[in-house]
């Protein structure tokens, strides 16, 4: 518990309500809107990066909401997440990826945790060209698969010339750029490559957080890809939707399933989730979906947490919290950020895992 | 048992018995807290060993010493080696001394022996004072922003037009790589190499360059043949430690290396080195071995260091002659 003190401190958020030891009564009452409202708690959180700052809006204005909850996430990577879970040093932990069956092992079984969707997010791939205009740039997966197993290796090669005609691609080095760290932006990224090229699975061995790359330098984070690239001419990497927002990079246009050419957007990912219907922690992957405004490269990210809560309070604040950021208020926050909204086949599928969450045998979350 | 007591109070007391018993146990305890002092470092020096020995033990069984040429870092496949990373970190390291062992040693001796521009010496001395305080993130964030355009379109064409016949200068430069990482780590140990030789070249005593001088050498020849000789201990010392701050350097380097496991003879190709293979995975590390082979890494670097102290000091043996004296 200290521990979580320390980190609420480090975190900056107000300690209103000290350590949950009062329950106000049984989740029944409502705060509005279908939202349950919770017990007092404090919860903590670690794991992936890549949702860390839509958690850490949704948590404030949860906080904001529900003063008598104070929600903590220490972000440290979906490794660090999973590991703190496993040891019961955090309430729940966030991952890019599901679980492996080897992870959920060392939880006790698949049977003791739930798994849920937080968010949606998608990337673009970012390249610095002054001949080349923001959106301009076409790419085709086979483009793509080429430049990053390191087969195409100048700007007017003519697999790229052929899909942009009109445009002046120099006659200039190819300098690819990607993740050093081991990031979820990365599997997802290698999970595209996976699904549209043979040779991309045969010579990488599939989809990581972290690989072996067969061309480029690595940076680190997001925002270290982005800089590289903008700084080094000639280059292209993979980046979050948010990053190339932010940074006013320029992003080319993907060939999506149906043939489209598309800019990745908040939309498209939602395009993208909304085409694989029964979407869950073991049928996660929604790279190359189909649907013609579909982005591409998109991935859910997701939250794990135990089923059988120990502590009732704290477990029925838990769902609580975690029902309301899949509502349509919490999604806002996401929405705000540039991540994509939850399809809602996907709010209502985290709906019926949170339902299962127990303590003592009973039920934790009472949402109709 | 009688017998013991009286055969210890038998010598005559000196002052006052009280006043000897407290000095006596004031001495224990002292003997007690410096033993206890003296355990407790070789305690953590053990426990460190085993907490980094421990959790690399899946990946010393699994890859063994075959971890040590393998040039394979492969996650997915779950394929470990730290060949590439090993030679990134000789080879940055080696690099950031070829710059700053001349450039240090000059300064040093410009701020310890030249009796010109004295004025100088204040300014200077407080430009290494400052290169020292620079947190290496600060000098890691220069280097992206600065450093790598500058190497890139400046120093590595320039490299490659007049020495591209050499192996080490051939190829296509992005700026990233470890000839980059060279100069921020040369830039990192300036500072010590500076401050270390100067000192120990101060400390050459007065009488032995006056005789030179009074024999008739000149300013330089003394400082060739009677100074550098009498202060090398010292000065191997201070690379020595230089040595040490580049081989473990990790933020500044990981941001300018380009984080390829890779080996190459051109210095102007990205590579990396031990602790940025570290610094940059262990958060999304998952499983056993990969994590393990994390804390190889650890272990490998920890007895590179080592090896380079020991052979340091061997050579500082052999050429003073003596029991080193530590740096």
Redesign the interface.
Known sequence: MRGATLTALAGGVLLLAACGGSPSGSNSSTGGAGVPTPPAAQLTGAGATFPQPFFDAARFAYNKKFPQVTVNYGG?????G?SQLTKKIVDFGASDVPL?A??AAAMGGSDKIIQVASTLGTESLAYNLDSVADGQLKLTPDTIAGIFLGKITKWNDPALAAVNSGVSLPNQ?I?VVHR????GTTYIFTDYLSSVSADWKAK??????????PV?????GNA?VA?RIT??PGAIGYVELAYVLQTKMKQAALKNRDGNFVIPSAAGATSAAKAFVGSSPSQFSIVNASGKDSAPISGYSWIILYVDQANKTKGTALVDFLYWLTTAEGQGYAVNLHYAALPSSMASYDLLVLKQVTSGGTALLSVS | MSMGTAERVAPPPLVGTSRQRRLISGDRIFLAIAYGAAALILLIAGVFSIALFIPALPAITKFGFGFFISR??????SQFGALPAIYGTLVTSAIALVIAFPIGLGAALFLAEDARLRFLRGPLSFAIELLAGIPSVVIGLWA??TL??LM?DNVDPFLNHTLGFLPFFQG?A???GFLTAGVVLAIMVLPIMVALSRDVIQAVPRSLREASLALGATNAETIWSVILPYARVGITGAVLLSLGRALGETIAV??VI????QITTSLFA?GYTLP?VIA????????DVY?GSLFYLGLVLVLITIAVNVIARLLVWRFSGSEPTGA
């Open positions: 440290g990577g979906s490794g660090a999973i492996k080897s992870e080095d300098r050093s760290d081991g990031s990488t061995g599939g989809p990581g957080k972290s690989i072996s790359w480029g330098d690595g940076a680190q270290g800089t700084q080094t | 394979t870092w492969d996650p997915v496949r992206f922003f790598t355009p890139r296509s992005s700026g990233y990981t941001m380009g984080n390829r496991p990205s940025s940059n995975e262990f958060t999304e590390a998952v499983g994590l």
